[in-house]
């Protein structure tokens, strides 16, 4: 049984301990907003915060996360009102959409420890691969979302989608709101 918090709630796996992050992510926790690509580490589709670093959830088993606090796209914001989030939509940084999530969070986790990132920034941080080519877009979203988070920019928000967010969380099971317990029976209304 391997333990670790995954967005904000306690999971307890009973899988192999050497089963890579990303498949307990997909398969067991049906959190598939963290894409498979290649499975070797090249891609990026699949990358995730842990301890508020980016980590390719590929490359890393189960046993190494243990204890250790992980996040997903689908914990981003619950609304998509992430500055990253605004700024990929404003500036059309999304073509099929594939290897978006694990830019967005690439994107995130650097706009994090630095919130005016130069070329030379994104480019160590962002190995991601795109095979659609919105690079020269995604420099302008991340430059974008920084200006959004050092309060010099807004960015109106993008129209909804066809779904609520709340709608959408249902239907992922670790993001579901637990059900109210029934009452337990006690012995004198027996
Ligand atoms: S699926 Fe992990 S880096 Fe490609
Ligand atoms: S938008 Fe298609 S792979 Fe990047």
Same mark, same amino acid.
């Given at each position: ?19 890579? &992050? =990303?498949?307990?992510?997909? @398969?067991? %926790? ?12 090249? #891609? /990026? ?64 986790? &650097? =706009?994090?420890?630095?919130? @005016?990132? %130069? ?12 095979? #659609? /080519? ?57």
């Amino acid at each position: 049984m391997t333990k670790l918090t995954i967005n904000d709630r306690p999971v307890q796996y009973k899988m192999a301990p050497e089963t890579p &992050l =990303l498949w307990a992510l997909r @398969d067991a %926790s049906n959190l598939t907003g963290t894409k498979y690509g290649c499975g070797n580490g090249d #891609c /990026g589709a699949c990358m995730v915060e842990v301890d508020g670093e980016a980590i390719r959830s590929c490359l890393v088993t189960l046993q190494e996360v243990e204890g250790r606090f992980v996040t997903t796209i689908e914990a981003l914001s619950r609304d998509r009102s992430h500055p990253v989030q605004q700024a990929f939509v404003a500036e059309q940084a999304i073509m099929c959409g594939f290897c978006t999530p694990g830019m967005v969070m690439a994107a995130a986790i &650097l =706009l994090k420890k630095s919130d @005016d990132p %130069s070329d030379r920034d994104i480019d160590e941080a962002i190995g991601n691969l795109c095979r #659609c /080519g919105v690079y020269p877009r995604l420099y302008e979203a991340i430059k974008r979302a920084g200006r959004v988070m050092r309060r010099e920019e807004r960015i109106s928000a993008a129209p909804p989608p066809g779904i609520s967010p709340e709608d959408a969380a249902k239907a992922v099971p670790s993001l579901r709101m637990p059900e109210p317990e029934e009452p337990a029976a006690t012995d004198s209304e027996s």
